[in-house]
């Protein structure tokens, strides 16, 4: 069945450094993809997304990458900062819309 | 702008009480949804309603029902809790149903003993 997976639960990144978030997906024919950056007690904010028809797409420091010959997608923020501390989580719509777990980022001061 | 705003943000029940959570979106949007999250699971569409007066199930509904009150609200309720509806409870809203971008509040974290 469909699946939308994290390789990483928890990352935990130096401020400043670049952080790199992924996900797999399993749904060939998922056609828009988006991740959604979620702090301690609130609900998930839109973080950005991307088409299929597309491979990359940048925001305000953050990047996504979709990989669809190998069904990933990552999420890159630039420059991490200790307000970045959150769960991202990816979602996949094939149909329907399907989300991810989640990955825990820590950024150490 | 307050967005979408959830009512109330903490509850315990007991097993077999009822209640109903409250949402309302103040960005016009003609779409809104319902979703459970639980630990290690990615959030899960319980009812949704696509524009004012239409209300349809999503992935889990068992248990719940819900009222498109006018477009800005859409409540949801538990006629009678168990303790596997202990959960996190999330409202959103977008522009059409076609709309992935969704608009989330902050959440109803609710425990049935």
């Known amino acids: 069945g469909e699946s939308v997976g994290l390789h990483l639960p928890t990352l935990s990144v130096q401020e400043g450094d670049n952080s790199i978030i992924n996900c797999a997906y399993s749904n060939s024919a998922s056609d828009y993809f988006i991740w959604y950056k979620q702090e301690s007690g609130k609900g998930p904010q839109f973080i950005i997304d991307i088409r299929s028809n597309m491979d990359k797409r940048q925001g305000q420091r953050v990047t996504v990458l979709l990989n669809k010959t190998v069904k990933h997608l990552s999420l890159q923020i630039a420059a991490t900062q200790p307000g970045d501390s959150a769960v991202y989580f990816c979602?996949?719509?094939?149909?329907?819309?399907?989300f991810g777990q989640g990955t825990e980022l820590s950024v150490k001061p | 702008n307050a967005g979408v705003t959830q009512t109330p943000k903490f509850q315990v029940l007991k097993t077999g009480q009822s209640m109903t959570l409250q949402c309302a979106q103040d960005?016009?949007?003609?779409?809104m949804y319902w979703y459970r999250q639980d630990p290690g699971m990615g959030l899960r569409l319980i009812y949704y309603?696509?524009?004012?007066?239409?209300?349809d199930k999503g992935e889990v509904p068992n248990g719940y029902n819900v009222s498109r009150l006018n477009k800005r609200e859409f409540s949801l309720r538990l006629e009678s809790a168990a303790p596997s509806q202990t959960s996190v409870y999330f409202c959103a809203s977008s522009e059409s149903v076609n709309d992935e971008k969704l608009f989330f509040g902050s959440g109803t974290q609710l425990s049935v003993l």
């Open positions: 309603s696509a524009s004012e007066g239409t209300t």
């Open positions: 960005m016009n949007h003609n779409s």
């Open positions: 979602a996949e719509r094939g149909g329907k819309l399907i």
